[in-house]
């Protein structure tokens, strides 16, 4: 006898033991006036307990048991301490500060040095003098003056030599 | 208490020990505890190991990987923990999941050494393959239900892996659908499709078996 198509999610339910206590009186009392919804029921019930009297399951050994902590203890504390060392340096301030004295002599010294380099062509000028410097400008001036002079004075020799070069030939 | 906390709880002895919740020992093991974890896993490891067990098709050793791998995993996220569900149901999810990425590895190198992996099943690891010791005396019987039972295994492996998860969390391991559906991170609904539609194949499957028994 075939089960009642509408009950076979009821079926599937009370088997699995999913069913509220009001579902479970209502099926139990539809049960004893239908054969072929109960004979479902029971080989369905039956089917599970098989399937789960095949599939036991061996207990897990003791020495399994705390092979398995053991090694699950041993891999946090490798992560603990892998991740610690930064962590102990950020959690402690006061570790920090020397560090930071060490980087800031480091920044200060190359400083220095580096400002003292960028300011050494300079330098001369600054050994000189007031008087020596003023003289230094005044040349300036004077070649500043005497530029257009100048450039005529390098045509010139230019032609001198074109024209040495021909004499030559 | 606030589980974000990580503030530890003072515990007198052995005995009250046992009586700490769930939810206090994560508190403890976030407080970088040391007994706290082992606490916890020496209360799930049973069960956890069971889990493994059904999903390897009962391969000791890779049950035992699986596990301590689930525990691992747990204990090193512990930071995402934030108690919406109870610890088990949580950790259960993890483990799930470490069995299902555990099983496709298998698959795939079961693809690729497949010649290498029929010899190490033919030496005896299923548990199908044991020596029954009293098979002397209830050949037939035992002939017949060692059968069986490979059916069984065989067709539960045949299930597609949503329903195969639904189905031995059930009807194995006594789960409701509610902690299902949380375990598996999909809706009650869903859970209940998948869990009707493995017992209608299998029950399908094994129509003969139960007729040829009444």
Redesign the interface.
């Known amino acids: 006898m075939k089960p009642c198509p509408d009950r076979y999610?009821t079926i599937?339910?009370a088997?699995?033991g999913?069913l509220s206590p009001a579902e479970l009186r209502d099926w139990e009392r539809h049960k004893t006036a239908c054969p072929g919804c109960r004979d479902e029921d029971e080989?369905?019930l039956?089917?599970?307990a098989?399937?789960?009297e095949?599939?036991?399951?061996?207990?897990?050994s003791e020495k399994?048991?705390s092979?398995?902590?053991w090694?699950?203890?041993q891999?946090?504390r490798k992560?603990?301490e892998k991740t610690s060392w930064w962590k102990a340096w950020l959690d402690r301030p006061g570790r920090l500060v020397p560090a930071l004295a060490t980087a800031c002599i480091i920044l200060i010294t190359f400083g220095w040095f580096g400002m003292d380099l960028i300011q050494s062509p300079d330098t001369d000028r600054d050994s000189m003098g007031p008087i020596a410097e003023n003289q230094a400008v005044l040349k300036d001036l004077e070649i500043i003056k005497n530029i257009e002079f100048l450039e005529e004075m390098d045509t010139v020799q230019e032609l001198v030599t074109v024209l040495d070069r021909k004499e030559s030939i | 208490m606030n589980p974000q906390s990580g503030r530890s709880i003072p515990i007198e002895n052995e005995e009250s020990l046992s009586r700490v919740k769930d939810e206090d020992l994560v508190i403890r093991a976030r407080a970088?505890d040391?007994w706290a974890?082992?606490e916890l896993?020496?209360r799930y490891?049973?069960k956890a190991?069971?889990i493994a067990?059904?999903f390897t098709d009962?391969n000791?050793q890779d049950a035992?990987d699986l596990?301590?791998e689930a525990?691992?995993r747990a204990?090193?996220n512990l930071e995402n923990f934030r108690g919406d569900s109870s610890f088990y149901t949580w950790f259960y999810r993890i483990l799930v999941n470490v069995c299902l990425d555990g099983t496709r590895r298998r698959k795939r190198w079961r693809e690729v050494f497949l010649p290498w992996q029929h010899a190490s099943t033919e030496k005896g690891l299923s548990?199908e393959e044991r020596p029954d010791p009293d098979a002397h005396e209830r050949a037939l019987k035992s002939i017949s239900?060692k059968e069986?039972?490979r059916d069984?295994?065989k067709s539960?492996k045949s299930l597609p892996e949503k329903q195969r998860v639904a189905f031995q969390l059930?009807?194995?391991h006594g789960m409701?659908?509610q902690e299902i559906a949380r375990i598996m991170g999909t809706a009650e609904g869903t859970v209940?499709s998948h869990?009707?539609r493995a017992?209608?194949f299998?029950?399908e499957k094994?129509k003969d078996?139960?007729e040829g028994?009444t």
């Open positions: 999610d599937l339910l088997a699995h999913e080989a369905l039956r089917l599970l098989q399937i789960k095949s599939m036991p399951v061996p207990e897990l399994s048991a092979s398995i902590l090694s699950v203890k891999e946090l992560e603990q | 970088r040391p974890p082992g896993l020496q490891q049973q190991y069971a067990y059904h009962g000791v035992e596990t301590q525990f691992l204990f090193q548990p239900e069986l039972s069984i295994q539960l059930k009807a194995l409701s659908i209940k869990l009707f017992t209608q299998l029950r094994f078996w139960e028994r």
